[in-house]
């Protein structure tokens, strides 16, 4: 399928696995942890009653991170990618600090109806993304939430060609721009299945870039920083990343 060959092309490239055979069955493992993240996160909600959690998560965070964290001053950026099960895992992130996840709507709408009623009793809400990013992001962290966006998706020409992997792909800058305007810390996270329904949530950070004046140049190394914690995550556990969507869609 069209899909499998651009998760087969995207690990080669990535330099995960040269043997095309160890390729191939990374790809399959990988759709099949994503079926798994689909199945988990619309029965997430068992995860959440009482305190059933708290036994089946483990936190790798570095002391500054859980500072932040139990700060109820603090607003936080939280970048993160497709790799593990990143619903669930906003949504164990949400009991350490309310979370506001900027989200497309599911192209699905029965799909997007499940997830929404299976909503488990945790403080995250969903922002869409459309014109007023800026003014609304502003508000959140103001609010002294936590702000998460998805930094993995090929961002077309308006985006910033920066390396993954060795290979420039298109990468969004807004996450960049909103921590240089807002100065509030920015922490990559990812969250890993260890088990069924169970997960480690690790977090890398905080960065706290200073403005240079070269707007570009600011924006870029903030962009790279967050990468090498995608390729970081990626390296514990191949398998887990979503490979099948076009990370380097200039080169397909």
């Known amino acids: 399928s069209p899909r499998r060959r651009i998760a087969i092309n995207n690990i080669r490239r990535a330099g995960i696995a040269a043997d095309p055979r160890e390729a191939a069955r990374i790809a399959r493992s990988s759709f099949e942890q994503f079926a ?38 603090q607003g936080v950026i939280l970048g993160c990618g497709h790799y593990g099960n990143w619903e669930v895992g906003g949504q164990i992130m949400a009991l350490r600090k309310p979370l506001v996840a900027v989200s497309r709507p599911m192209s699905n709408p029965l799909t997007q109806e499940l997830f929404r009623s299976r909503q488990p009793p945790v403080p995250l809400r969903l922002t869409p993304k459309h014109g007023d990013d800026l003014l609304r992001f502003l508000g959140i962290l103001k609010n002294h939430e936590m702000l998460a966006l998805m930094m993995d998706q090929h961002s077309g020409p308006r985006g910033m060609a920066v390396p993954f992997f060795g290979t420039p792909a298109g990468t969004h800058t807004a996450i960049a721009l909103l921590h240089l305007v807002t100065r509030a810390p920015l922490i990559f996270g990812w969250c890993r299945r260890t088990g069924l329904m169970r997960y480690e949530l690790i977090a890398r950070g905080p960065l706290r870039h200073t403005p240079t004046g070269r707007k570009e140049e600011d924006v870029r190394a903030i962009l790279e920083w967050l990468n090498a914690g995608l390729e970081q995550a990626i390296r514990e556990a191949p398998e887990q990343y979503l490979w099948g969507h076009r990370r380097w869609k200039s080169l397909d």
């Open 36 to 73: 798994l993240t689909l199945v988990e996160s619309t029965r997430s909600d068992l995860l959440f009653r009482g305190e059933a959690w708290r036994e089946r998560v483990v936190f790798r965070f570095p002391p500054e991170v859980e500072a932040l964290l139990d700060d109820p001053r």
